[in-house]
């Protein structure tokens, strides 16, 4: 059966250029506005008492994009690290960077280290913070380390399957996500999470992300709760069919 709610959600904040273009603005206008959105869903996420919530900020490929939007994006988190510290420790939230965090611009890595460091304590929601993550970079550097585990001898290649390749990605301990959730209307991962997808249930919003709100968390959750997630076994009550 699957619980009604689950105990990690991901999401992909898509839609904020598009946001920005329709009211005339530069698109960094759509990531401010996408930053306040994300700490509504934090909010609502925790309220609702979810336990993990990853959202993937910053992919390997956004390195591409026209650089004033790039420091832009940086200097957001850097911002958001700051400003949003306190609250975020106060309600218990913890927060995690995941991905290639030395790489960021100094403000924006230290910003992030230090949210982390504050809020180490947390005891109620977990948020992964995906800066400069990638799915394939992230297995790659799995792959890389356990490589380097065999030549020591500390792992024999026939022990490698998937839980123990789990435990050499970036996401580890933490579980994976039950439902991502993408919205701005695509159907795609973007190299977000590709092992830890595996059984995740996907749902696809048009909403664009600066505008996603409560009620839209909501509408997923609701679809969530109709799936029926199998794990590539059968349906426990056998009536329904294959
Ligand atoms: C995709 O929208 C969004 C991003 C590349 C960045 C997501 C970042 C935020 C929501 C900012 C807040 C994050 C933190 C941690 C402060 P897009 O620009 O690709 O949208 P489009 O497809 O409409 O162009």
């Known amino acids: 059966m699957t619980p009604t709610l689950p105990d990690h959600i991901a999401i992909i904040m898509d839609g904020n250029g598009r946001w920005a ?10 990531h401010r506005a996408g930053a306040r959105s994300l700490r509504r869903i934090i909010e609502e996420c925790d309220r609702l008492d979810v336990s993990y919530l990853t959202v993937f900020a910053f992919s390997t490929e956004n390195w591409s994009r026209p650089p004033d939007e790039v420091d832009a994006l940086m200097a957001l ?33 230290m910003g992030l280290r230090s949210l982390a460091e504050l809020t180490a ?14 799915g394939r970079s992230d297995l790659a550097r799995a792959a890389r380390r356990l490589a380097e585990e065999c030549l020591k001898g500390h792992v024999r290649p026939e022990e490698i399957d998937g839980r123990v390749l789990g435990e050499y990605l970036l996401s580890y301990p933490h579980p994976d996500p039950d439902l991502i959730i993408r919205t701005g209307g695509e159907w795609r ?32 959750l609701q679809a969530y709760a109709g799936r029926q997630r199998r794990f590539g076994g059968r349906p426990t009550d056998d009536s329904e069919g294959g």
């Open 77 to 109: 988190m850097a911002e958001f690290s700051r400003s949003e510290a306190d609250d975020l420790r106060n309600q218990g939230v913890r927060v995690i960077p995941m991905g290639s965090i030395d790489e960021l611009p100094a403000m924006a890595r």
């Open 21 to 30: 273009s329709d009211r005339g603005l530069p698109k960094v206008h759509g």
């Open 121 to 134: 304590s947390g005891e109620g929601l977990t948020l992964l913070l995906a800066v400069n993550y990638g």
């Open 189 to 220: 991962l973007s190299n977000f999470y590709l092992f830890q997808a595996a059984y995740a249930e996907f749902f696809s919003s048009p909403v664009y992300w600066p505008d996603f709100g409560p009620e839209h968390l909501a509408a997923a």
